[in-house]
């Protein structure tokens, strides 16, 4: 009695699909507006107590940006508005990126009788994406009660899953192959 499997394989591997290290630097003059205006916008009229722990708050905590007194609702002003307006600004954004996005795969394959051949792939995606930015705003204007001021940014992201990948070909006749595959999303 004949054993069906002719012959079978095992492999391992481990693929780098992307590459996440990067620098970019971009600056410019802007005389139209500043980030503070935005942290006017996002403010609103809400209480100081309730502003956004990451942007608005820290904001106003520095004096960025501050309520007027005795207004109700709360209306916000910008350290540009305290010294006479904005007139222009250097504005610099520096952004590193690093990390990788892998995969390690464990496959097999088996050839059944020189008439099928199966094969199988497990495979487990890993990343890692880490982003540090700062952004930096130069004061042009004469009076120079604000200088510069400068936000930090640090992002860091892991995560890993799972797929399968399998295919099958059947020898129907000496002349004829037919195929199929199948890979399943990333989980």
Known sequence: DKNPVENYQFGFGLTRMNDFNNKVIIEGENNQNSLLDTYLEYAGNKNPN????FDTRPAFDTFLID???GETPFTYINAYDYIGGFTSAIQRKSIETSGSMNEVVLSGGLNIGDKLYFGLTLGFPY???KQKSSYTEFNQTDQRDLDEFTVYEDLDTKGSGFNIKMGAIVKATQFLRLGAAFDTPTC
């Open 67 to 69: 309520t007027l007194p």
């Open 50 to 53: 309730s502003l956004n722990a």
């Open 127 to 129: 990343m890692r994406y």
